[in-house]
């Protein structure tokens, strides 16, 4: 009898263990895939990596003196094209790796959590890119040209090239994150955390967040800091208008629910209180009426 039960136990214990370590496999196996992916990029763009690197720097090249950037360590000249050629390889991956994820991620989701999730998945993606390029297309050449203006006599702008990319990345990063803005305020309304109504009574603080976090993630200049926090702001108040759209029933519910939780805390009197009350109008009576 204690055999039988022994091996009853042991054969759920390995019916469990099963589905995790297929998980494992097939995690295993996305992961390989994405390497791979993001590897055979990488071979196709380290050709044209010299390419890449002129691009990038376009925007700062046009406001040099003499048009040329330096390179002062000895191998810096290859590797950090080589660099960019890697990182661009990551970025440009990005959808394939997302899908990847997503095809890991959706079995365990309910259909509901589908529908908002892959939206929400591929406009993250866009925005973070939209972000890219509205630090490659607009930010740079005003911040530059601003920059170019006010460089003291007797000193030559001359931007080492390692330090420049190092800078470009900074910048791709700040304002791709900072595009993200729509896409969290969605999941926090979505998540119940709070209402479109809490949000926009949070709109001052949200403008100060917002300039807070353009100075911190842009260089100390006036103009990228501006031009972080005023689309982060607008994208803010976007996130706000698709949530009233997409998440209408959802708002509909939660704002039903803090109704309820304050009727409920408007109905809510001390017994003891009641009582004496009662006590005090009856007094009240007996004096007025002593027959």
Not at 8 to 23: A, G, K
Not at 102 to 112: D, K, M, R, T
Not at 123 to 136: D, P, Q
Not at 167 to 193: H, R
């Amino acid at each position: 009898m204690a055999d039988e039960t022994k091996n009853q136990t042991d054969n759920v214990s390995s019916d469990s263990e099963l589905p995790f370590l297929s998980h494992l496999i097939e995690l295993r196996d996305r992961l390989l895939r994405i390497v791979i992916v993001v590897s055979l990029i990488f071979l196709v763009l380290f050709y044209f990596a010299n390419d890449l690197y002129s691009i990038i720097a376009h925007p700062l090249l046009k406001y040099l003196p003499s048009g040329k950037m330096l390179a002062i360590d000895v191998i810096t000249p290859i590797f950090t094209p080589m660099k960019l050629a890697l990182v661009a390889s990551f970025f440009i991956s990005i959808p394939y790796i997302l899908h990847q994820l997503w095809a890991f991620i959706a079995p365990g989701l309910y259909q509901h959590e589908k529908r908002l999730a892959l939206p929400l998945l591929v406009s993250s993606v866009l925005l973070y890119y939209a972000g890219m390029a509205f630090a490659y297309f607009v930010v740079f050449p005003m911040m530059f040209n601003f920059l170019s203006h006010y460089v003291p006599s007797g000193v030559e702008m001359a931007t080492d090239i390692s330090h420049y990319l190092d800078f470009v990345l900074k910048m791709f990063f700040a304002f791709g994150v900072a595009f993200e803005v729509p896409v969290a305020t969605i999941l926090l309304i979505a998540a119940g955390i709070t209402t479109p109504k809490k949000l926009a009574k949070m709109r001052p603080y949200i403008i100060v967040i917002a300039f807070t976090l353009g100075m911190l993630l842009t260089p100390p200049d006036v103009i990228s800091q501006v031009m972080l926090a005023i689309p982060m702001w607008m994208l803010f108040e976007s996130g706000l208008f698709f949530a009233r759209i997409l998440l209408k029933k959802r708002i509909e519910e939660l704002e039903r629910a803090e109704a309820g939780v304050t009727e409920d805390e408007d109905s809510d009197v001390d017994p003891d209180e009641e009582l004496d009350k009662a006590v005090k109008e009856e007094s009240d009576l007996n004096k007025q009426d002593p027959v």
